[in-house]
């Protein structure tokens, strides 16, 4: 079950990272003054991390 999850998180990484979400972000507009693509695969990335640990620790 585990292997499972962590497979769609997989999937799920992919497809965030992928070229047609990625070109949403990359319009040269900024948060803070980070430029917003910068906020968004920093922001997926830590999503994701976040959610492998949760099925990880959930599994104990």
């Known amino acids: 079950m585990v ?3 962590l497979v ?3 999937v799920l990484g992919c497809l965030l990272f992928s070229y047609p979400l990625l070109s949403l ?4 507009g900024t948060l803070w003054g980070i ?3 910068y ?6 990335w830590g ?3 976040a959610l492998m ?4 620790e959930k599994s104990r």
Do not use: W
């Open 8 to 10: 769609a998180l997989f």
């Open 47 to 49: 999503v994701l991390i």
């Open 39 to 44: 906020v968004y695969l920093f922001g997926a």
């Open 3 to 5: 292997a499972q999850r």
């Open 53 to 56: 640990v949760l099925v990880v």
């Open 35 to 37: 430029p917003l693509l």
């Open 25 to 28: 972000f990359n319009t040269g």
